[in-house]
T-cell receptor, first 111, second 116 residues
Framework: QQQVKQSPQSLIVQKGGISIINCAYENTAFDYFPWYQQFPGKGPALLIAIRPDVSEKKEGRFTISFNKSAKQFSLHIMDSQPGDSATYFCAASNTGNQFYFGTGTSLTVIP | DTGVSQDPRHKITKRGQNVTFRCDPI?????LYWYRQTLGQGPEFLTYFQNEAQLEKSRLLSDRFSAERPKGSFSTLEIQRTEQGDSAMYLC??????????????FGPGTRLTVL
């Protein structure tokens, strides 16, 4: 059973556009929701994370929107750049014991 | 470099052989995690340690897999009698694991295993 469902599987965005990736979860015990960026041949790198006590968190061009009642959260990448082309994973955790990852979104930013 | 390191980066082995991977976490990080990632998928949790104690094990971790963290520092993941289905990237991550606000995991570069 997939604990975290992620969509879309792939995304193509023009340079300067907004990239939006969505995730949904079922387990209401999850209390930490990170997003990771992964380049080919590399391990995932933490991009931004949120806890359910806030509805939005922004760091630079990256924003997480969190909807606790809908059990959904999303990553917005503003002013997308070709260097943002990578695979993005959402994840969820309960007190850091186990992390459940989505299946990933391959983002391509066209110059 | 004070990040998570893994060794080896690549391993090619024949079916039925045993392999062992090593992970060195960030210094003073209490928690250490092992994941498996196959092509086009997200990392799948295998197990994690709080210091030297192994606290959680996924059902993915069959009895051919064993992990240790003997002194609460580096960890090893051993796969016995490897099968072709074991071919994957094995990722290690560490986190401070002390306070609620420090669950951040830092991943290593991974060990890519190919079983022929």
């Amino acid at each position: 059973q997939q604990q975290v469902k992620q969509s879309p599987q792939s995304l193509i965005v023009q340079k300067g556009g907004i990239s939006i990736i969505n995730c949904a979860y079922e387990n209401t015990a999850f209390d930490y929701f990170p997003w990771y960026q992964q380049f080919p041949g590399k391990g995932p790198a933490l991009l931004i994370a949120i806890r359910p006590d806030v509805s939005e968190k922004k760091e630079g061009r990256f924003t997480i929107s969190f909807n606790k009642s809908a059990k959904q959260f999303s990553l917005h990448i503003m002013d997308s750049q070709p260097g943002d082309s990578a695979t993005y994973f959402c994840a969820a955790s309960n007190t850091g014991n186990q992390f459940y990852f989505g299946t990933g979104t391959s983002l391509t930013v066209i110059p | 470099d004070t990040g998570v390191s893994q060794d080896p980066r690549h391993k090619i082995t024949k079916r039925g052989q045993n392999v062992t991977f090593r992970c060195d976490p960030i210094s003073e990080h209490n928690r250490l995690y092992w994941y498996r990632q196959t092509l086009g998928q997200g990392p799948e949790f295998l197990t994690y340690f709080q210091n030297e104690a192994q606290l959680e094990k996924s059902r993915l971790l069959s009895d051919r897999f064993s992990a240790e963290r003997p002194k609460g520092s580096f960890s090893t993941l051993e796969i016995q009698r490897t099968e072709q289905g074991d071919s994957a990237m094995y990722l290690c991550a560490s986190s401070p694991g002390q306070l609620r606000n420090t669950d951040t995991q830092y991943f290593g570069p991974g060990t890519r295993l190919t079983v022929l």
